[in-house]
């Protein structure tokens, strides 16, 4: 390799270097100003997307029940059965768990719950300036929540739940800070069969419900305070 092809190597390398450094400054300087910006809001509403229960996916297919209240397809269809064991909605719980963190650190309490859920087409983030008047958001979403089977024994199901947290710029439809979180339950060796979970044997369906609502919005709080520390 020539003299100068080193030189320009180098001169790509400082380059990239530079612009990894700028970067990572700008991303911390724009995540300091969450909480900030957060702060100087007089009110946030919250918000939440569903109703959203879950998929149950069965080795011949999915069968969906995401419907509103009331055409739930029978009790023992996924969101009839929220209802049917009087199982709160884990995003609910999120929201909540969520938001109690928040307020306890970095000290947040200016928010609004919104108390109904918001459909599919309220609760893109264009249109989220249709319902509030207000500058930002702090919007949940479930994203999926799914019993499936276990690839290595059909007969045996587990939960997947899956949801973010985002802080939306109402005017401009912008994502200004987003969490997520990713929640699996069910053991292989204890999981239940499709019948017991739709009988809710042993509370199963009930404890993966109430479980995955609090792990969620842990992941989310670790997400927010490592973005904004």
């Known amino acids: 390799m020539s003299h100068k092809d080193r030189s320009n190597n180098k001169s790509v390398m400082a380059l990239g270097l530079s612009f990894l450094a700028a970067l990572i400054t700008s991303t911390s300087a724009s995540a300091d100003n969450v909480v900030s910006t957060m702060k100087a809001q007089p009110s946030i509403p919250v918000s939440v997307r569903g109703p959203v229960g879950p998929i149950i996916t069965t080795p011949k297919g999915a069968v969906t029940f995401e419907f509103s209240f009331g055409l739930a397809g029978g009790a023992e269809g996924a969101y009839g059965m929220l209802e049917k064991y009087k199982v709160k909605n884990p995003i609910y719980t999120v929201r909540d768990e969520f938001l ?8 947040l309490s200016n ?40 690839a290595s024994n059909w007969k045996k199901y587990r939960s997947q739940y899956m949801a973010t947290a985002q802080l939306v710029d109402t005017k401009k439809g912008k994502i ?21 979970l739709k009988a809710n044997t042993s509370n199963v369906f009930t404890r993966w419900a109430n479980e995955s609502g609090p792990e969620c919005a842990q992941q989310m709080l670790e997400r927010f305070r490592k973005d904004n520390s």
């Open 100 to 107: 109690k963190g928040i307020k306890a650190d970095p000290g």
């Open 111 to 150: 928010f609004k719950i919104h108390a109904k859920y918001l459909g599919r087409k309220e609760a893109k983030r264009k249109n989220l300036k249709n319902t509030f008047n207000e500058p930002y958001v702090l919007h949940f979403e479930p994203t999926m929540w799914q019993m499936i089977y276990f």
């Open 176 to 196: 200004i800070w987003k969490g997520h979180c990713v929640v699996k339950k069910g053991e292989k060796k204890t999981a239940p069969t499709l019948d017991e």
